[in-house]
């Protein structure tokens, strides 16, 4: 089996609205689809809009939230070198890759929803029959993707993401620019759900998507299966 290549974007947004409180990607949305991917022997490259360091919320990585993969990503000296020294996302190419991954955290929501460079490259993705990703709050980077006749890739599309009562159980409300699973269903996607924290993902044709952070694992199980199939 040749080896595979998957570019994983990450946000560079560290800021929670103007509360004074920092954000950025959720430690175990990353983890997991990563090791997930290498133990596959996947290669992984990881990309942000800004390059560089990707922030961390710091949220991610309270003791609540810790799991076998954020333990060892915080042992593994290589993955971090990959989310301090990240790739520039507006010089990733669909070419080199076989799949996109998008994890989530509430940053996404202010520096992928409407970033050009990403929707021009889930854009690609999709236009060579390749399989994208997200999962929980990083279902945003798909809401303004068109198909090739101008229309909202996600219409009639059966996704998932972070919904609104797990939004309101985090109190967050009020801060996020958005509520996820409104705009979802006003693009025309079938937005489906589990219970709150609960591990779902749905996959429908290209478009894999997990709802919050317990289902990152299995988001990326569905994606592996899908280039490895």
């Known amino acids: 089996m040749a080896n595979k290549h998957i570019l994983m974007v990450l946000t560079s947004h560290s800021e ?7 954000t950025g990607f959720w430690v175990e949305e990353f983890a997991a689809p990563y090791y ?52 520039v996302l507006a010089e990733q190419s669909s070419d080199d890759f076989d799949a996109i991954f998008y994890p989530g955290g509430h940053g996404p929501l202010w520096d992928l929803t ?18 994208v990703a997200a999962v929980c ?3 945003a980077a798909l809401l303004n993707v068109k198909n090739s006749e101008g229309e ?6 059966a996704v998932t993401g972070f919904s609104n009562s797990e939004e ?15 705009e979802l269903a006003k ?8 219970p709150d924290w609960n591990a779902f993902a749905i996959k429908d044709g290209l478009i894999i ?16 299966d899908h280039i490895n199939a």
């Open 16 to 22: 929670l609205g103007n509360t004074g409180t920092k």
């Open 36 to 87: 997930t991917f290498i133990d596959q022997n996947i290669r992984v490259s990881i990309a942000t809009p800004k390059g560089g360091q990707a922030p961390i919320d710091p949220n991610s990585e309270l003791a609540d939230f810790q799991t076998a993969d954020t333990q060892r990503f915080n042992q593994d000296d290589t993955a971090q070198a990959l989310i301090a020294n990240t790739l």
């Open 209 to 224: 998507t997990g709802q919050n952070p317990a289902s990152s694992s299995i988001t990326a199980k569905h994606l592996v």
């Open 114 to 131: 409407d970033n050009i460079d990403s929707i021009q490259l889930i854009e690609a993705f999709l236009k060579t029959a390749k399989p």
């Open 187 to 194: 693009r025309g996607a079938n937005y489906q759900k589990a």
């Open 152 to 157: 909202f890739v996600l219409s009639n599309k």
């Open 168 to 182: 309101e159980a985090v109190q967050l409300t009020n801060v996020v620019p958005f509520l996820l699973e409104d």
């Open 137 to 139: 709050h990083a279902s």
